[in-house]
């Protein structure tokens, strides 16, 4: 092809000699100028010349490709010639002036789609011309390409395999269409998502085709019902093609049930910012700190990042929503305001967040009336953790540091809370709270560490017979020690999400000061499950 496409040129010059197009080079001090290449159009990158790898592929523009020159000289000419017809004469001329800049650009329209392109430039000064530029070429592709979606998990008709909140494989299948006499750029990825994709394949939700044109993704179905899977096929000229793959999900009737669960697999998740600030959920189980789901810092409460907040989760309202799958509360030390994300949709959380600014106690209908010393909005609450339900259900419970004290705030869910001050000491001022969930008999436990020794604590609250909690073992911070060494330098972070290893007990988690997730058994036997994103 580049041979030919040489002995053309030649062909090419000669005419253009014939033609007039070209004059003597003598008078201009900068003979040829240099080729700067071809771009989609004005506002796109320039692809930079290179005659011995393949044309550059230009896809469908308003005004046609943009030619750019460098040069020194008043103005550019520039030709054009027609690749695959092989014609002698060019299929475009055109002159562009410099107004005092190093180069100068032009669009070329109505060229020929599935046709490759050479072309050259000349600089202009008075009556004067240059020797011709080295060639740059390119091929056009206009056509956008096609795309089908098919799954025998979730058909488009027929009844699916799976549910609402599982896993399903979707087989996408591209095809560029190849333009009579001509070539196309043949496709380079499908990108994929839930009511909108995007259309360029730098994206980690863009997967390459096989040698056949066809890709496979395993993506969770986010709701029960009617969902709709967006496909955008682009090629390798930029040209995008979409389709809209519809099928209906049906909602499992016997779902798993687990605290600690936010995407819905019945396995309780570990949740950590990467270190784009994007939000990890990572099973409790797993054998590395692979993420399962990952949410977009665009989702935080800021919109930039989900790395400032604390975030707690054991429990939801399952009177508002039928995943049984935990509901985020989401929170900034100094912020007045609390973020609850109800999760709809299988820990998706794209379906909006409450913010509630101020705190109230009771049930709304009776007496509202707080504790003395309970404040009337967040920015006095310096940690939070989610607790464990405490009267029944699945109704997450919050446990806030406020003021050195401990409080309990049950039925967070809707910003209507039972509140009970359950320390008066002020002695907690220094402690990083870890609430672990229930054991297998149902009872809750406090786990602390102090920052000032790395010690950790785990004070009991057994549940008793009538069905509530005793909390007397959370008067004295210092008491219960079990281990030592977890100071901050090594384990900035340290966490549980219940059990891990099935033994019936929660487990401890740690991320070390090199960004490694550690897993414990209740809190020994570190198992280092490798380094976070």
């Given at each position: ?449 102090d920052r000032a020794t790395g010690e950790l604590h785990a004070y009991p609250v057994p549940k008793k017979a009538d069905g509530t909690f005793d909390f007397s073992a959370l008067a004295d911070p210092k008491a219960d ?53």
């Amino acid at each position: 092809m580049e041979l030919s496409r040489a002995r053309r040129l030649g062909g090419v010059t000669a005419a253009a000699l014939a033609a007039g197009l070209l004059a003597p080079a003598a008078a201009v001090a900068d003979t040829a100028p240099a080729v700067l290449g071809t771009s989609q159009g004005a506002d796109y990158a320039t692809a930079a010349c290179d005659s011995t790898g393949d044309p550059t592929w230009i896809g469908r523009t308003m005004n046609g490709p943009a030619l750019s020159a460098k040069v020194t000289g008043e103005a550019v000419r520039f030709g054009v010639w027609d690749v695959t017809t092989g014609a002698e004469d060019p299929v475009f001329t055109g002159e562009a002036r410099t107004y005092g800049l190093p180069s100068a650009s032009l669009s070329v329209p109505e060229l020929v789609d599935g046709h490759s392109y050479a072309w050259h430039a000349w600089a202009l000064q008075g009556t004067q011309t240059s020797a011709p530029s080295a060639d740059c070429h390119f091929t056009v592709d206009t056509t956008s390409p096609t795309a089908t979606v098919s799954s025998t998990d979730f058909p488009a008709s027929g009844t699916a395999t799976k549910y609402a909140g599982q896993k399903g494989t979707f087989v996408l299948k591209g095809a560029d269409a190849v333009p009579a006499g001509g070539e196309a750029s043949g496709v380079a990825c499908f990108r994929y998502g839930w009511t909108y994709a995007g259309s360029d394949c730098n994206s980690p939700d863009a997967v390459e085709p096989d040698a056949d044109g066809t890709a496979k993704i395993d993506i969770k179905v986010p709701e029960w019902g009617t969902n709709n899977l967006v496909v955008n096929v682009i090629d390798s000229a930029g040209n995008v093609g979409r389709t809209t793959y519809s099928f209906y999900a049906p909602t499992n009737p016997n779902p798993p049930k687990t605290l600690g669960d936010v995407d819905g697999d019945g396995v309780a998740d570990i949740l950590l910012p990467d270190a784009q600030g994007n939000l990890q959920y990572i099973p409790v189980n797993g054998t590395d700190a692979t993420p399962t789901t990952v949410i977009q810092a665009r989702r935080s409460p800021s919109g930039k990042s989900w790395a400032p907040y604390q975030i707690a989760h054991r429990g939801w309202d399952s009177s508002a929503h039928a995943p049984s799958s935990d509901d985020l509360f989401i929170h900034q030390p100094g912020d007045a305001a609390l973020t609850v994300y109800r999760n709809f949709d299988y820990g998706g959380m794209t379906k909006g967040s409450m913010v509630l600014s101020d705190r109230k106690c009771g049930d709304p209908f009776d007496d509202p009336s707080c504790p003395d010393g309970y404040a009337a909005d967040w920015s006095k609450t310096d940690q939070i953790v989610a607790f464990g339900p405490v009267s029944g259900g699945t109704s997450p419970s919050l446990l806030t540091l406020e003021g050195g004290n401990l409080w309990l705030l049950d039925g967070a869910t809707w910003g209507f809370y039972k509140v009970t001050k359950l320390t008066t000491s002020g002695a907690w001022n220094g402690y990083d709270l870890i609430a672990p969930g229930p054991d297998a008999a149902g009872n809750l436990a406090l786990w602390a560490r102090d920052r000032a020794t790395g010690e950790l604590h785990a004070y009991p609250v057994p549940k008793k017979a009538d069905g509530t909690f005793d909390f007397s073992a959370l008067a004295d911070p210092k008491a219960d020690v079990v281990a030592s060494g977890f100071t901050v330098a090594a384990y900035p972070t340290l966490g549980s999400s219940g059990d891990a290893d099935g033994d019936g007990k929660p487990d401890l988690w740690a991320v070390t000061a090199d960004r490694h997730l550690v897993m414990y058994s209740g809190w020994t036997d570190e198992n280092d499950l490798g380094a976070l994103n």
